[in-house]
């Protein structure tokens, strides 16, 4: 059983920056393929990235988040991290983290993971 509990979100003007953090409990950290959703309301919950498993070589990022986030990872200290830059009010979400045992394929979707954090939410000012 992984528990991961995400920080760092909060109100932030566009055009500036956050970074998220997502503690993982647990043993095999480095296993896992963790990724990065979020959930405006009214909307689907979105794929924004993923890291592979410690080595396995893999970020993933949707357009959106391409050239402004960048996911990290920390095997030392059981977190993922996800900095974003230059916000929009569109990226407006409630941002979840979410871990995958499995080494397969299709990272984009939310039926890959095993385990889910509560959420941060993160709010764009225009």
């Known amino acids: 059983q992984v528990q991961l509990v995400e920080s760092g979100g909060g109100l932030v003007q566009a055009g500036g920056s956050l970074r998220l953090s997502c503690a993982a409990s647990?043993?095999?950290?480095?296993?896992?393929?963790m990724g990065w959703f979020r959930q405006a309301p009214g909307k689907e919950r979105e794929f924004v990235g993923a890291?592979?498993?410690?080595?396995?070589?893999?970020?993933y990022y949707t357009e959106s988040a391409k050239g402004r986030f960048t996911i990290s990872r920390d095997d030392a200290k059981n977190t993922v991290y996800l900095q974003m830059d230059l916000l929009k009010p569109e990226d407006t979400a409630l941002y979840y983290c979410?871990?995958?045992?499995?080494?397969?394929?299709?990272?984009?979707?939310?039926?890959?993971?095993?385990?889910w954090g509560q959420g941060t939410q993160v709010t764009v000012a225009s």
């Open positions: 890291i592979s498993w410690s080595g396995g070589g893999f970020i």
């Open positions: 979410t871990a995958s045992r499995a080494h397969g394929s299709n990272w984009y979707r939310p039926s890959s993971y095993d385990y």
């Open positions: 647990g043993r095999a950290f480095g296993s896992y393929v």
